[in-house]
């Protein structure tokens, strides 16, 4: 720490000299021309000779991460937004009032270089700069020289450190963001419409789920961060609107583990006139056209085992599944008190009140999840887990929905959608009466949801899809935190 004070000392002595010679330490005047990476594309493959025939002036700007001095030259190394640059500064091309400058400069700084590009002794594509201007003083020193930002806390709660000084990281975000173009971009080719659905709602709703809350002084009332989009989008499907989707923010106000954070990206669209049928057979779609464009191939590595993507993918129902890897007859599912007391053999600590649904459900997340490496859709979930779902015609105890499953967690959700707006209220009633009963999660009564319904909800199915998780399983990200720019921490001791 002491060390750390002399040099915050030192650089704000430097701050305050370079004022005083006149020199902004906060310039904002100074327009680039290209970036590191346009310098590398126009000029990678030329060689000594070539470059140095009619050489190109080129304006670029970027921090320095690097440097090595030898006397009356030195070598920079210079990131911007594309990439990193090597530049050649020596006192003989900036005289010697720029080469002071030069001299004062630290690591971290940012500066503006014009220079031309040539290739050095060890063959390395580089500017020659002919001037140089600091734009901005770092006043803190980069972590470990640049190099070693390898603390996990640190590198989340700092997040800008993180980006600066490790590449991979940067990389991971460019490919987030490629990756949400690419699904906005397919939805929208189908014929989707793209929406906005309140993020503050009376209700907490579409999912099961426990919500953070505020209140507005105006209105005087209770509002809820949402858990889902899901009952506006309907409403939307009410009005007209046959295909919607949003890509936004839900907040849950749940643990944080590795696959979870409190407020996460969802991609939730609906479909008029299909069901939860057709849209695995999109979800197949969609996913395998995302990981082509960003991966270059459907076979990926996640956490050094192989994922393939290759369509068709594997379907089982919940309970086909629990039976196959629980090793259990299918009969002691269909039975509440054989399931709570397989359940129990299991180590799991249930309450026997719970509905045989969810009883399956932790049974599930038990001994089927971990299984589902690569991709696999579970279908035919148990009616009691499933408020908002269709029930199934021939088989009403369980729903028309899947879930998607890959490397070991579910990445999407969907159904077709209940429109019945009398068993709509009926499930909302077993609802209320579960969260009377203590259970946090239940969902509440959305009267103006009922009243929609019953103006008439066209045969639908909806889906939700983790951005984030799809994000994880596309660059090989172990936590959540690694592709959530910001993250959700404790307070900093």
């Known amino acids: 720490m002491e060390e750390l004070n002399d040099i915050l000392s030192q650089r704000r002595d430097k701050l305050t000299s370079l004022r005083a010679e006149g020199i902004n330490p906060f310039a904002n005047d100074f327009a680039v021309s290209h970036t590191t990476a346009d310098i590398h594309a126009a000029h990678g493959a030329q060689d000594a000779a070539t470059l140095s025939v009619s050489p190109v002036e080129y304006v670029i700007a970027g921090r320095i991460l690097a440097r090595r001095d030898f006397g009356k030259a030195a070598f920079v190394q210079l990131q911007d937004r594309a990439g990193r640059l090597q530049v050649y500064v020596a006192r003989d ?20 270089v014009v220079g031309t590009p040539f290739r050095t002794k060890t063959d390395e594509l580089s500017l020659r700069a002919s001037s140089l201007r600091l734009l901005t003083k770092s006043l803190r020193p980069l972590p470990e020289k640049w190099h070693g930002l390898t603390d996990v806390e640190t590198r989340y709660r700092q997040r800008y450190l993180d980006l600066m000084v490790n590449p991979q990281v940067r990389e991971v975000f460019l490919k987030r963001s490629r990756i949400i173009s690419l699904v906005r971009e397919f939805m929208q080719s189908r014929d989707f419409l793209e929406v906005e659905t309140p993020m503050m709602q009376p209700i907490a709703g579409g999912a099961t789920a426990r919500p953070f809350k505020t209140f507005h002084n105006t209105l005087k009332m209770d509002l809820f961060l949402r858990i889902a989009p899901e009952l506006y989008l309907k409403r939307l499907v009410v009005g007209g609107l046959e295909r919607v989707f949003e890509i936004n923010r839900n907040f849950r106000n749940e643990g944080i583990s590795i696959q979870h954070n409190p407020e996460f990206t969802m991609m939730e669209f609906y479909q008029a006139y299909a069901t939860y049928e057709d849209l695995m057979d999109f979800t197949e779609e969609l996913i395998c056209h995302v990981a082509a464009e960003v991966c270059g191939g459907l076979k990926l590595s ?15 129902s919940f309970t086909e599944a629990i039976a196959h890897y629980g090793k259990v007859e299918a009969a002691v599912l269909e039975d509440h008190g054989r399931a709570f007391e397989y359940a129990g053999r299991l180590g799991l600590e249930l309450d026997r009140r719970m509905p045989l649904g969810k009883i399956l459900a932790e049974i599930f997340d038990e001994v089927v999840e971990p299984h589902l490496w690569q991709p696999t859709f579970i279908t035919q979930y148990p009616t009691d887990i499933s408020p908002l779902s269709r ?24 159904f077709s959608e209940l429109n019945d707006p009398i068993d709509q209220r009926e499930r909302f009633v077993q609802q209320l009466s579960e969260k009377e009963a203590g259970d946090e999660e239940a969902h509440a009564m959305d009267e103006d949801y009922i009243r929609a319904l019953e103006y008439g909800l066209p045969p639908t199915a909806g889906e939700g899809i983790g951005i984030d998780r799809l994000v994880m399983l596309l660059t090989d ?8 720019l910001f993250p959700q921490l404790r307070p900093e001791r």
């Open 302 to 316: 996640y956490g050094g085992r192989e994922v393939d993507l290759t369509r068709p993918w594997k379907r089982l």
């Open 477 to 484: 990200a172990a936590s959540i935190r690694d592709v959530i």
């Open 391 to 414: 029930k199934n015609d021939l088989r009403p105890e369980v729903v028309d929905r899947f879930e998607l499953f890959i490397v070991g967690r579910e990445l999407a959700n969907a």
């Open 93 to 112: 091309q900036l005289g010697e009032e720029g080469f002071e400058l030069f001299r004062k400069l630290d690591l971290g700084d940012v500066i503006g």
